[in-house]
Structure formats: structure tokens, C-alpha cells
């Protein structure tokens, strides 16, 4: 494999932002990375996807259930993470270049456009619930009448946009000094509910039979899923990590964090709806603490969350997906990425009632990003064997358009997903890679011919 620093793109329709980076360019070190990840998992969207297995007042998992399926998921996470981001890591690549392996040079720019879609409707959602605790802050201090979601909205959207125009030196800035604060309120929040309303977590979460049927495999597909198209996009990060570290202590990196805080979250999620009964964790928290210096400390923590887990994993992988695809500067994709999550409407995926609409969102957008993620593995493991000319890569001469074999297999993968759409990242995974996988194994010598 070429290495990152001697590669010289010798196209010129490859932005800068896009070029691999050498190892002395790469800023993260383990701690800071692993603060990425901490700070990411401890945001409201995990939490209500927690609370999303509360539907009027009724769990449909049991708290024994709830915890074995997000272990299950977060261990899957954790282990193809691993495995993805080692492409990056070794090149210094973003993920709208890895997809070119698969896809050709126009036909990656296309595929990416199914990682970075869903990550603009979660930069949308979190924002949004990142809103409601402002809005909330705002009610609680000055006594705003009515509602200013919508305003606060705006305003956090324009925060971030900034923030993100700094690049991954923000991401570092902020996931740092945040993650540990952010931590603690969720602990607390934990222990509050542990300590304080035990009893109606025993009647309402412990004690129901749930079921190990059907619901349970589909919740280990929403917890995977909440996370699917942040480790398909493992590259964008692993290229920012400084060189030095083996698999395995990469994979302690998302383990060990991921494991933490997404845990930790889910099951916060899931008591704070059953307690409350009240799906919206923002409103479930204000009507938990019912007093107004606690949340308004709640709230605060809420919204650096939001802000944290949109610049680790909403805003940089769309951004780098316009960058590749209309060849555009990153800054202006930046602000493209904020005005679109705005138009995604995020206030229809969550009601005070039910969680059911983010779930939803997952398991539909898990239906592509299944077989995808098994496309660019086994490309990268099976065919390739982990050996890429990453100088060719970049030259559009050397590289096809299009292909047919990768689509071919996504939507096959898809079509199977669809047909069961509660396991639809597994469906897909497994069906769309065995196509691709077959489909491969007579273009050998053509892979061949690429290294």
C-alpha cells in the first residue's frame, strides 16, 4: 500500500479536504479519540431511542431485555468499527474515497449519498431536541411565554455551523472539555431515577415478561442502527488518529466508550419513559426534576450534548459527501449540511407520546447502509486482500465510472431488507454481502490489475 504521505492525486477534481493525510498531519491521540466517542454516545437521541421501547405507557422489552440487546449492539459496533476503520487509518482517506473501491469514481459520490442523507436528518433531530432543553433554559431563567423551539433551533444550527468550519480541531476542542460534564449529568439523571422511583421501574420495566421474539431482535437492530452509518463511515475519523495502534487497541477506543455511554444512555432512556410516561426526554426530565435550577443544569448539559454528537458524527460525513460531489468548498457544504438538516422537519420523528418515529427512521435508512457496510468490507478484506494502490485510487484515469456489481448487490441486499424490516441491517448485511462476495469472485484478476 502506497503510504499516506508519499501520495501525489495526480487528478484535479479531488478537493483538498479530500487528499489523504499524512501521519504528522493527524491530530487525535488516544485519549482525545476516546472523548470523541464518549462525548458522542451521551447525547438525547440514544436516550430516546432508550425511551422508544415504551409505546402508550407499555414496555415492549423488559429491562433484562433492554440491556442484553444494546450489549449485543454495541459489541457488533464496536467490532466493525474495528474492521472499517482500518482503510482510513492505513491511508489517510475519507470514506467518499474508499466507496470508489466498489463503486467507481461517480458511482461513489452517488453511494455516498446513503451515508450522508440520514446523517442530515440526525443533525436535524438532535438539534432539534437540543432546541426544546434551550427553549426550556429560556422558560425556567427569564420566563419566555409560549414556545421558542423553533428560534432556539435556528440558533443552535448556526452555532454548530460555525464550529464545524473549524474542522476536526473543533471536534477535539469540544468533545474534550465537554464529555466528562455531559457524563455526569446523565449519571446523575441515572441515579435519580435508580434511587428515587425504583418501584415503578420493578413494576413498570423489571417485572413484565416482555419477549425474546420477534421486537427483541428488532430493538438490537434500532440500537445497531443508531450507529450504522457512523462506523460505515469509520474512515473520517480513524484517517484523524495518530499512527502507532494495532486492531485490537482500536477496538478498545469504541468498545470502551461506545460500551459507556450508549449503554448507560438506553437504559437512562428506557426508566425516564416508564417513570414518566412520557416519550420526549427533554419534557420527561423538566416533569422528572419539577424544579426549575435543576433543569435548567439538566438542559444546559442536553444542549453541549446535541452539540457534541453533531460534530463528532452529523455534520463532518455529509459535509464531506457534497465536498466529493459537487466539488464544492468545505466551508460552503458546511452551511449547505445546516440549512438541509433544518428542512428535514426533526420535530415529526419524536411526540411526547411516542419514540416510535425515530425507530422507525432507523430501521428504514438501516435497510441500505446493511448491505453497504458489507460492500466496502469485503472489497476491502475478501477481494482486495487490504492492498490498495491508494495513489490510482485518487487518479481519476486509473479508476472506472461506474460499476455494476456493488449496486447490483445493494439492491438486491435492500430488497431482502425491505421484506423484513425490524432485522433490515441484518437482512441486508448478510444478503447483500454473500451477492457481492459471489459476484466478485470472477473479477479476481481484474481486482488484480488494480493494486
Known amino acids: 500500500m502506497t503510504p499516506p504521505a508519499a501520495v501525489q492525486p495526480t487528478s484535479q477534481t479531488i478537493a483538498e479536504d479530500l487528499k489523504p493525510m499524512a501521519a504528522d498531519q493527524r491530530s487525535m491521540g488516544v485519549l482525545a479519540y476516546m472523548a470523541m466517542w464518549l462525548g458522542d454516545g451521551f447525547n438525547i437521541g440514544n436516550i430516546t431511542l432508550g425511551s422508544s421501547i415504551v409505546v402508550a405507557g407499555v414496555v415492549t422489552i423488559n429491562l433484562l431485555q433492554t440491556v442484553v440487546a444494546a450489549g449485543i449492539a454495541i459489541v457488533i459496533i464496536s467490532l466493525i468499527f474495528t474492521l472499517n476503520d482500518r482503510f482510513g487509518y492505513r491511508t489517510g482517506a475519507p470514506y467518499v474515497i474508499q466507496l470508489r473501491l466498489s463503486f467507481g469514481v461517480k458511482g461513489a459520490k452517488l453511494a455516498g449519498l446513503l451515508r450522508g442523507l440520514p446523517a442530515i436528518v440526525w443533525f436535524g433531530f438532535q438539534s432539534w431536541t437540543g432546541a426544546l432543553a434551550l427553549n426550556q433554559i429560556g422558560m425556567s431563567l427569564f420566563g419566555m411565554p409560549g414556545s421558542h423551539t423553533f428560534a432556539c433551533f435556528l440558533i443552535l444550527q448556526t452555532i454548530q455551523v460555525v464550529m464545524a ?4 480541531r473543533s471536534i477535539k476542542l469540544v468533545t474534550g472539555c465537554i464529555a466528562a460534564v455531559v457524563m455526569m449529568a446523565m449519571l446523575g439523571i441515572f441515579i435519580l431515577l435508580v434511587t428515587q422511583h425504583q418501584t415503578v421501574i420493578q413494576q413498570r420495566l423489571i417485572q413484565p415478561s416482555g419477549t425474546w421474539g420477534l421486537p427483541f431482535y428488532g430493538f438490537i437492530v434500532a440500537f445497531l442502527g443508531n450507529y450504522t452509518a457512523i462506523f460505515e463511515s469509520a474512515a473520517d475519523y480513524s484517517r484523524e488518529l495518530k499512527p502507532g495502534l494495532d486492531g485490537h487497541r482500536r477496538g478498545l477506543l469504541y468498545l470502551i466508550p461506545i460500551g459507556l455511554a450508549y ?10 419513559a416508564v417513570v414518566t410516561g412520557i416519550a420526549s426526554p427533554v419534557t420527561a426530565m ?6 426549575s435550577g435543576m433543569t435548567v443544569m439538566i438542559s444546559a448539559f442536553i444542549v453541549l450534548g446535541t452539540i457534541t454528537t453533531n460534530t463528532v458524527a452529523n455534520i463532518m460525513p455529509p459535509t464531506y459527501m457534497l465536498t466529493a460531489l459537487l466539488k464544492m468548498p468545505q466551508q460552503l457544504a458546511t452551511t449547505i449540511v445546516g440549512i438541509l438538516a433544518v428542512l428535514t422537519c426533526p420535530w415529526l420523528l419524536v411526540q411526547d407520546s411516542s ?5 422507525v427512521f432507523i430501521h428504514l435508512y438501516s435497510i441500505f447502509l446493511g448491505p453497504m457496510t458489507a460492500i466496502i468490507l469485503i472489497e476491502y478484506y475478501l477481494h482486495r486482500h487490504q492492498h490498495v494502490n491508494i495513489t490510482e485510487l485518487y487518479d481519476d484515469q486509473h479508476q472506472p465510472q461506474f460499476t455494476w456489481r456493488a449496486p447490483l448487490a445493494l439492491l438486491i ?4 431488507a425491505a421484506l423484513i424490516v425490524n432485522l433490515s441491517w441484518f437482512v441486508g448485511f448478510l444478503t447483500g454481502g454473500l451477492v457481492y462476495w459471489q459476484l466478485g469472485t470472477g473479477n479476481r484478476g481484474e481486482t488484480a490489475a488494480k493494486r
Not at 468550519?165 to 476536526?168: A, E, Q, R, Y
Not at 449503554?263 to 425516564?272: H, R, S
Not at 423538566?286 to 424544579?291: R, S, T, V
Not at 419514540?355 to 425507530?359: E, I, K, M, N, Y
Request: no cysteine; hydrophobic share 60%; proline share 0%.
Open 165 to 168: 468550519l473549524w474542522g476536526f
Open 263 to 272: 449503554g448507560l444512555t438506553i437504559v437512562t432512556g428506557a426508566m425516564l
Open 286 to 291: 423538566a416533569h422528572l426534576l419539577n424544579n
Open 355 to 359: 419514540a416510535q418515529g425515530l425507530a
Open 413 to 416: 441486499g435492500a430488497g431482502f
